[in-house]
């Protein structure tokens, strides 16, 4: 079994910075692939970005890439997603995913999840 507790959101102005982090627990942490995904009020969750189990390759949706960053420490149990220059339109409760498959880009790949963390970006 495998529990991940996200912290490190918040309220921020646009343009600012946070950095999300999901501690994991449970063995064989780089066995897992890793991922952070957000759900908006009113709309579906969807795949921000994701971390392979093995080579570390990582993967963003559209929106995000050139000013999020996911990486992972495997000596911590940790994975982070550093976000810069945030929008408003980036206001959603963030996931951290984990699961056994090499990479998790779509929900249904995840085998477990953390309890969501907010962050709120004004304008």
């Known amino acids: 079994q495998v529990q991940l507790v996200e912290s490190g959101g918040g309220l921020v102005q646009a343009g600012g910075s946070l950095r999300l982090s999901c501690a994991t627990s449970g063995r064989n942490f780089r066995n897992y692939g890793l991922g952070w995904f957000r759900q908006a009020p009113g709309k579906e969750r969807e795949f921000v970005a994701a971390?392979?189990?093995?080579?570390?390759?990582?993967y963003y949706t559209d929106s995000v890439k050139g000013r999020f960053t996911i990486s992972r420490d495997n000596a911590k149990n940790t994975v982070y997603l550093q976000m810069n220059s945030l929008k408003p339109k980036d206001t959603a409760v963030y996931y951290c995913?984990?699961?056994?498959?090499?990479?998790?880009?779509?929900?249904?790949?995840?085998?477990?999840w953390g309890q969501g963390t907010q962050v709120t970006v004004s304008s």
């Open positions: 971390i392979s189990r093995s080579s570390g390759s990582t």
């Open positions: 995913a984990a699961g056994r498959g090499p990479v998790i880009t779509r929900h249904f790949e995840a085998d477990y």
